[in-house]
């Protein structure tokens, strides 16, 4: 019997759009509120697969969950990139100017930011899910407050849609990963990108020389993220995102690195979405 995904949040947000376009349409979730409940069901074995963002192409990393994927020993074991479009919703029959108070994700606020500095009579509230918002403006009936969430939320919802598309940068996009206990799900000859963290001595020269193995073993890194040490002070984790066109070059690479740096990981190897 097929299990649920875990998704961070509820139906109608976008992790819950991941999960539809990347497993199936009819795909059933687990809605976690906390992307912590969502690797703990992952965990209990409530679920095979957790959807998970990782970055944003405006607002960068989401830096926890690099930590909580590395912590548990989970792996990546697919990625998913989706063009992220907000939109204000509310009850039908209102308007802008009868809005009191926008809630959302702190997130989805700062993104939506000059939009929402045209109104100033709008006080702006955080909230943990955007979906989460729309479901209970809808729920409880509440006039006067807004959410900004997808048009899958106002759909869900029956909600209006007072405006559409109102982040600030149009082009919005967040890669999403596909997160499991185990690694290997595909044959060496599909898998073309690997997520991989290491540490390095804090002296001159380390980190350039790793990334010249990377160079001279035709990997192509596509991501570079530093995580401080907590335990260890000025000592920092390093995870890299790499590409490349045959196993076999990524196989050498893989283990000199080994040989070279501290506590080497293997995170993940999947398809690479981009292609």
Same mark, same amino acid.
């Given at each position: 019997?097929?299990?649920?995904?875990? %998704?961070? /949040? #509820?139906?109608?947000?976008?992790?819950?759009?991941? *999960? +539809?376009? @990347?497993?199936?349409?009819?795909?059933?979730?687990?809605?976690?509120?906390?992307?912590?409940?969502?690797?703990?069901?992952?965990?209990?074995?409530?679920?095979?697969?957790?959807?998970?963002?990782?970055?944003?192409?405006?607002?960068?990393?989401?830096?926890?969950?690099?930590?909580?994927?590395?912590?548990?020993?989970?792996?990546?074991?697919?990625?998913?990139?989706?063009?992220?479009?907000?939109?204000?919703?509310?009850?039908?029959?209102?308007?802008?100017?009868?809005?009191?108070?926008?809630?959302?994700?702190?997130?989805?606020?700062?993104?939506?930011?000059?939009?929402?500095?045209?109104?100033?009579?709008?006080?702006?509230?955080?909230?943990?899910?955007?979906?989460?918002?729309?479901?209970?403006?809808?729920?409880?009936? %509440?006039? /006067? #407050?807004?959410?900004?969430?997808?048009?899958?939320? *106002? +759909?869900? @919802?029956?909600?209006?849609?007072?405006?559409?598309?109102?982040?600030?940068?149009?082009?919005?996009?967040?890669?999403?990963?596909?997160?499991?206990?185990?690694?290997?799900?595909?044959?060496?000859?599909?898998?073309?990108?690997?997520?991989?963290?290491?540490?390095?001595?804090?002296?001159?020269?380390?980190?350039?020389?790793?990334?010249?193995?990377?160079?001279?073993?035709?990997?192509?890194?596509?991501?570079?993220?530093?995580?401080?040490?907590?335990?260890?002070?000025?000592?920092?984790?390093?995870?890299?995102?790499?590409?490349?066109?045959?196993?076999?070059?990524?196989?050498?690479?893989?283990?000199?690195?080994?040989?070279?740096?501290?506590?080497?990981?293997?995170?993940?190897?999947?398809?690479?979405?981009?292609?």
């Amino acid at each position: 019997m097929t299990k649920p995904i875990a %998704i961070q /949040g #509820i139906k109608g947000s976008f992790h819950h759009e991941v *999960a +539809q376009q @990347y497993f199936n349409m009819k795909t059933e979730v687990v809605e976690c509120m906390s992307f912590d409940s969502a690797v703990d069901s992952l965990i209990n074995g409530d679920t095979d697969n957790i959807v998970m963002a990782l970055e944003n192409s405006i607002a960068g990393s989401i830096i926890p969950n690099y930590a909580l994927i590395d912590n548990h020993n989970l792996h990546i074991v697919g990625e998913y990139y989706l063009e992220i479009e907000h939109n204000l919703l509310a009850l039908k029959g209102e308007t802008i100017d009868s809005i009191k108070e926008v809630h959302s994700h702190p997130m989805a606020l700062l993104q939506c930011k000059v939009f929402l500095k045209d109104y100033p009579h709008i006080k702006l509230v955080e909230a943990k899910d955007t979906a989460d918002v729309a479901k209970q403006i809808s729920d409880g009936n %509440i006039e /006067g #407050i807004a959410a900004i969430a997808s048009k899958n939320a *106002a +759909q869900l @919802y029956g909600l209006e849609i007072l405006a559409e598309g109102i982040q600030t940068i149009k082009h919005n996009e967040t890669r999403f990963v596909i997160v499991r206990r185990q690694n290997h799900i595909f044959e060496e000859s599909e898998v073309n990108k690997a997520s991989l963290k290491f540490q390095l001595d804090h002296k001159r020269g380390s980190l350039a020389t790793i990334l010249n193995v990377m160079s001279d073993c035709k990997l192509n890194l596509t991501k570079i993220q530093s995580l401080p040490k907590i335990e260890t002070p000025w000592k920092y984790a390093f995870f890299v995102d790499v590409t490349f066109e045959d196993y076999k070059d990524y196989a050498k690479a893989n283990s000199i690195m080994q040989l070279m740096a501290e506590n080497f990981k293997v995170l993940g190897e999947y398809k690479n979405a981009r292609l």
